[in-house]
Nanobody, 120 residues
Framework: QVQLVESGGGAVQAGGSLRLSCAASGSTFSINVMAWFRQAPGKQRELVASTRSGGSTNYADSVKGRFTISRDNARNTVNLQMNSLKPEDTAVYYC??????????????WGQGTQVTVSS
């Protein structure tokens, strides 16, 4: 089992920066994927950025060049550095973790979400 707790959300003006952090606890050694999703009111939850245990990363086209996902503290924490923020980045951001997919066991985990509001 994995528990995820996000922090770092808040309000910022367009062009500003925020750094989100997600602290993982429990069976953190088994996590092979960590990611950030976001959901704006009336919209579907979308993938923002992800990273695998091997170090590869993936970003939504809308955030490439502005956001950076990273893992540290022996992979117990995943961060999302958000620069050059735009109003369209406003959403609730959710931390996500995936462990090896085994039928009959839980392998997807979500944090509680943290609000990011970007004003123009």
């Amino acid at each position: 089992q994995v528990q995820l707790v996000e922090s770092g959300g808040g309000a910022v003006q367009a062009g500003g920066s925020l750094r989100l952090s997600c602290a993982a606890s429990g069976s953190t050694f088994s996590i092979n994927v960590m990611a950030w999703f976001r959901q704006a009111p009336g919209k579907q939850r979308e993938l923002v950025a992800s990273t695998r245990s091997g170090g590869s990363t993936n970003y939504a086209d809308s955030v490439k060049g502005r956001f950076t996902i990273s893992r540290d503290n022996a992979r117990n924490t995943v961060n999302l550095q958000m620069n050059s923020l735009k109003p369209e980045d406003t959403a609730v951001y959710y931390c996500y973790a995936q462990t090896p997919i085994v039928p009959g066991t839980r392998y997807n985990y979500w944090g509680q979400g943290t609000q990011v509001t970007v004003s123009s």
